[in-house]
């Protein structure tokens, strides 16, 4: 079967506009087969529309590895796919179904069920499939996704059509033996080690073996890549064609976190990330070849809950021996909500369009005016719904005269989370509104007047007047209203700028 891949004209189809309220996720979906359709409409990490309102869980199953990254210390979570100096809960295949369970009878909204490290799943293919074996079986509602290095993938892939997997994950930081040589040290193959130039060869022959075996069955394929300046950030363009060529779905690109405490080769050697403009700046020339994710948390191997959310404390062993549960009556209670999420996506989708037209009322003003970089706080549902003080990470939209984009996430400290950290929360805040530079506007549901005062100083204006609207909306309305009022004709006013006219 032929898979068909998004590509950047999509959102040209759709009107110009990329955004997902404004409905261009589901309009870049339009042109897939039903099937294919229907099986990333509510994936939160293969639809960036859909992660604003169905969550996913990882358990994490498989301890061994089959090869070496330089970035990865085995006592950690697989930097592949989660973040790195991560401890995950290690679970046997009986204990994580009850886990999985557990989470999708208490949170209905979780749809997707990755198996993660902290090894390679595929390097453990008992503990794996006997997971996916269970589940399939019990929990029929829920999607199964498999991430990998995809050395043991091609040996693997008729076992995992199986089950019901219809998403994998395959990490491909390199098409090239010479650089993959300097990500890999070796690869564990016919039981030998294998290293330099001619173990990467090996590795690279059976991930794009893999990912056309995968594509020729229909399973969808989405391709992490370990962004690494100086050793593959000018090869990833090349990397982003050739995975585009065979098949895959989805790239996505994440940054390099190397820190000399987690104890890898490269947080050993000072080996640095790249830095959010070097990110951006790469997605946005991959996007010219295919459609990329951006809205990646590099979640921990047992993160649960929405993306940017992680409720896994809710959900340790000792917490779900006490849990009873009815998966039969919890499935009716699933099916009920999901039919009430599409409802209100529908809803949010029809009243969306509204707000382009305030874009669409710039006319001929258009061509002089720059984008903006704002910032949004939100608990899901795509709204603007979250306190600023209570956020810990904020979403990054590019508004512009067409279109507002989803950029980005950027991560935070809590700082008002009271008792003992009160005493910091002048540091954390300080360093919270260093983390939102480039970001002319913030959006959030409330602030308070200390944060409001240091945003402004920072040359970033806060804005709680759209709390409870849908983002890009509020996005939209926001960008009209600086056009109007003759800010956008200009380059941005600086925070030096900003503090001498206060
Ligand atoms: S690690 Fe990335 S792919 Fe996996 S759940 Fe998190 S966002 Fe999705």
Redesign the pocket.
């Known amino acids: 079967m032929e898979l068909t891949v998004l590509n950047n004209d999509a959102g040209a189809e759709a009107g110009g506009c990329s955004s997902s309220g404004c409905g261009s996720s589901g309009d870049q979906l339009s042109h897939l087969p039903d099937d294919i359709r229907e099986k990333v409409h509510n994936h939160?990490?293969?639809s960036e529309e859909a992660?604003h309102h169905y969550a996913?869980m990882?358990v994490a199953v498989a301890p061994a590895c089959n090869i070496q990254c330089h970035y990865c210390n085995r006592k950690y979570d697989c930097a592949n796919?989660?973040?790195p100096g991560v401890v995950s809960e290690l679970l046997s295949p009986d204990q994580a179904v009850r886990k999985v369970l557990a989470v999708a009878a208490n949170i209905p909204q979780m749809t997707?069920l990755?198996i993660?490290g902290p090894g390679d799943p595929l390097a453990n293919p008992e503990r794996t499939f006997e997971t996916f074996r269970q589940l399939t079986e019990k929990a029929p509602d829920i999607k199964l996704?498999v991430?990998t290095n995809g050395l043991a993938l091609p040996a693997q892939v008729e076992e995992l059509c199986k089950h019901n997997i219809d998403h994998v994950?395959i990490t491909i930081n390199t098409v090239d033996p010479e650089i993959g040589a300097k990500i890999y040290p070796w690869v564990f193959w016919n039981n030998r080690r294998i290293k330099g130039v001619k173990g990467a060869k090996i590795l690279i022959e059976q991930q794009q073996k893999g990912l056309e075996m995968l594509t020729e069955r229909g399973i969808l394929v989405?391709v992490?890549s370990v962004m690494i300046p100086g050793v593959n950030d000018k090869h990833l363009e090349e990397v982003s064609k050739v995975v585009k060529e065979k098949g895959a779905f989805l790239h996505?690109v994440?940054p390099l976190i190397a820190e000399a405490e987690h104890g890898t080769f490269y947080g050993v050697m000072g080996q640095r990330g790249p830095t959010h403009d070097e990110l951006q700046d790469l997605q946005d020339k991959c996007s010219g070849d295919m459609n990329m994710?951006r809205?990646?948390?590099?979640?921990?191997a047992d993160?649960v809950g929405l993306?940017g959310e992680d409720r896994g404390d809710e959900f340790t062993m000792d917490k779900i021996e006490e849990m009873e549960i009815d998966y039969e009556a919890a499935m009716v209670k699933r099916k009920e909500i999901h039919l009430e999420i599409e409802a209100n996506r529908k809803a949010q989708a029809a009243k969306s369009g509204e707000a382009f037209v305030a874009l669409a009322s710039l006319g001929t003003k258009k061509k002089e005016l720059r984008p903006v970089l704002m910032a949004v706080a939100t608990t899901g549902g795509g709204l603007i719904n979250q306190h600023f003080g209570h956020a810990s990470e904020f979403l990054i939209y590019e508004a512009s005269p067409t279109d507002v984009r989803f950029i980005s996430h950027r991560k935070v400290d809590l700082y008002c989370s009271g008792g003992d950290t009160c005493g910091d929360a002048e540091t954390a805040l300080q360093k919270n509104i260093r983390t939102l530079e480039g970001c002319e506007v913030v959006l959030c549901s409330k602030i308070g007047y200390e944060p409001w005062d240091m945003l402004e100083e920072a040359g970033i204006q806060p804005n709680g007047e759209h709390a409870m609207e849908p983002i890009e909306d509020a996005i939209a309305a926001v960008y009209k209203e600086m056009a109007d009022a003759g800010q956008l004709d200009k380059p941005r006013q600086t925070a030096e700028a900003a503090q001498a006219t206060a």
């Open positions: 939160p990490c293969y992660h996913r990882h796919e989660s973040r997707v990755g993660a996704c991430s994950t989405k992490n996505n994440m994710m809205h990646c948390r590099q979640c921990r993160a993306l």
